[in-house]
């Protein structure tokens, strides 16, 4: 027997909560595609989390519509709003469903994930050490972009998720980045995670 998670209702705008799972389902594809390519369950793992919470704002949404739903009219001006959060929650599980590929060690013809590799940009999920030479500092500070081409995508801090992270936005010690850009640039982030290395000087 599944068990449900009890969701109780919050008072969030259809449009945060739209935006929002707009925003998941955008980050979820790339994330899939890459944990199938790369064979990668630290992306799939982020995946099927990220579905979970897409789950949740989809029923909070409903929630929503119900209560701002006062008459006929007013239930007839959100059937639109209804419809694009369906597909984009299908859109979700169709990302998990790959994401299904790498966790259920079913994997794909080492041909393709051989042209794969030799595309420009890669993810990668890391865990932020302690010591690392990225932690207590702003996204600002670092400027990952310009000094290793990577840019930081997503942050999950115990149980929030920060879906494309302002330049304000601190990095902390136990923080799961995920991060995209060029090879050796995602590769030497990783690496400095760690907190065991110094950062190469520019």
Not at 35 to 63: G, H, I, N, Q, W
Not at 94 to 99: K, L, P, T
Not at 102 to 131: M, N, Q, S, T, Y
Request: no cysteine; net charge negative.
């Amino acid at each position: 027997m599944v068990r449900l998670e009890k969701i109780e209702y919050k008072p969030i705008s259809v449009r945060d909560l739209l935006v929002e799972m707009k925003d998941l389902s955008e980050l979820m594809i790339d994330l899939a595609y890459s944990a199938a390519l790369f064979d990668s369950k630290p992306l799939a793992e982020e995946v099927v989390e990220m579905e979970r919470r897409v789950d949740t704002l989809a029923y909070l949404l409903d929630m929503s519509a119900m209560v701002a739903a006062r008459d006929a009219k007013g239930a007839e001006s959100l059937v639109g709003v209804s419809v694009v959060a369906s597909a984009t929650d299908k859109i979700s599980d169709a990302a998990a469903d790959i994401a299904a590929i790498v966790l259920k060690d079913i994997g794909i013809h080492p041909a393709v994930r051989e042209a794969f590799e030799k595309v420009e940009e890669h993810l990668a999920r890391v865990e932020i050490r302690k010591g690392s030479v990225w932690a207590n500092k702003t996204l600002e500070e670092l400027d990952l972009a310009a000094k290793m081409g990577v840019d930081v995508i997503a942050i999950r801090r115990n149980k929030d998720l920060i879906v494309n992270p302002k330049e304000n936005e601190m990095i902390h010690e136990g923080d799961i980045v995920t991060v995209r850009g060029a090879p050796m640039g995602v590769h030497e982030f990783e690496r400095l995670a760690g907190g065991t290395q110094q950062a190469s000087k520019s």
